[in-house]
């Protein structure tokens, strides 16, 4: 499973840079971060705070338009779960509707990034994690990650037990 952060969205250079990624994982699945469609949100919930579950429901749609995009983009089939049959990317809302209790102990809130629902969906399916971001980790610790703002809070207790892990921040 392969994380695609959102903020590399923004670079002309994305579509390479995934290509690249699925050169070297090619039967993984792509969870993209929500990227500007997603801090669109955010900008609007920090003007006017709204309910913290509504508005992370309305940031999971936001990551499913942004996941169509790249799907689209990329030419890749979009799913509701995990294949075997090569690389596609992950409908995040879809997959939670499958089974509402995937949700489960994960906040509802801005505390939760798509970091955090990636290392749900390589837990629930018992695969490693690549995280692909814009700059390295601060560290390796998980919590220093978290605390430098690299993964989201909740990220450390939801990856604690993934097959593997891993990272990758694509030359600028």
Same mark, same amino acid.
Request: charge should be positive; include cysteine; proline fraction near 6%.
């Given at each position: #499973? ?14 390479? $840079?995934?290509?690249?990624? *699925? %050169? ?29 579950a509504v508005v992370h429901r309305l940031a999971l ?14 030419? *890749?089939?979009?799913? +509701? ?5 090569? +690389?596609?990317? $992950?409908? #995040?809302?879809? !997959? $939670? ?8 102990? $994960?906040?509802? /809130? !801005? /505390?939760?990034? /798509?970091? /955090?629902?990636? +290392?749900r969906v390589a837990g629930v399916h018992a695969a ?14 998980? +919590? ?8 989201? %809070? ?10 593997? *892990?891993? !990272? ?5």
């Amino acid at each position: #499973m392969v994380k695609f952060g959102g903020a590399l969205l923004e670079r002309a250079d994305w579509p390479a $840079l995934a290509r690249a990624l *699925l %050169a070297e994982f090619p039967a993984c699945v792509l969870v993209v971060g929500g990227g500007s469609v997603v801090e669109g949100l955010r900008t609007l919930d920090a003007t006017a705070p709204g309910d913290p579950a509504v508005v992370h429901r309305l940031a999971l749609d936001g990551r499913g338009i942004t996941a169509r995009f790249v799907a689209a983009r990329l030419r *890749l089939e979009i799913v +509701a779960a995990p294949v075997d049959r090569g +690389a596609a990317v $992950l409908d #995040m809302a879809a !997959w $939670l509707g499958v089974a509402p209790a995937r949700h489960d102990g $994960l906040a509802r /809130s !801005w /505390s939760v990034t /798509s970091d /955090s629902l990636a +290392a749900r969906v390589a837990g629930v399916h018992a695969a490693g994690l690549v995280l692909a971001k814009r700059v390295p980790p601060p560290a390796c610790d998980l +919590a220093a990650a978290a605390a430098a703002g690299w993964v989201d %809070a909740s990220f450390p207790d939801v990856a604690r037990g993934l097959t593997a *892990l891993a !990272w990758r921040a694509p030359a600028s």
